[in-house]
Nanobody, 126 residues
């Protein structure tokens, strides 16, 4: 069973940047993808971005497109989420998760993921 650990959260001013990392222990298969989700205060958990482990194809939520970049380092079993031009509304607990769903369209669905990290808090101040 793969375990996922997120790092990199913190407090940043609006307009600033943070980079989150998600490191997996255990083997990630070429058919897997890693996604980032977030849950803000009083909100449901929502999809942020995902990347295919083999092909490196990516998918983004419209709310972060152009500001966030997801990338991977297969040798380190790590996925990164570079967040630029952060907004107050980006404040949330950010989770990474593992899916074996091949069709990228379904990466937006929380139910597609079967392994989750513990989350890391990102707070953006005005």
């Amino acid at each position: 069973q793969v375990q996922l650990v997120e790092l990199g959260g913190g407090l940043v001013q609006a307009g600033g940047s943070l980079r989150l990392s998600c490191t997996a222990s255990g083997r990630i298969f070429s058919s897997n993808a890693i996604g980032w989700f977030r849950q803000g205060p009083g909100n449901e958990r929502e999809f942020v971005a995902a990347v295919g482990w083999s092909a490196g194809n990516t998918l983004y939520a419209d709310s972060v497109k152009g500001r966030f970049t997801i990338s991977k380092d297969n040798a380190k079993n790590t996925v990164y989420l570079q967040m630029n031009n952060l907004k107050v509304e980006d404040t949330a607990v950010y989770y990474c998760a593992l899916t074996a769903v091949l069709v990228s369209t379904y990466w937006r669905r929380e139910s597609s993921y079967n392994q989750w990290g513990q989350g890391t808090q990102v707070t953006v101040s005005s």
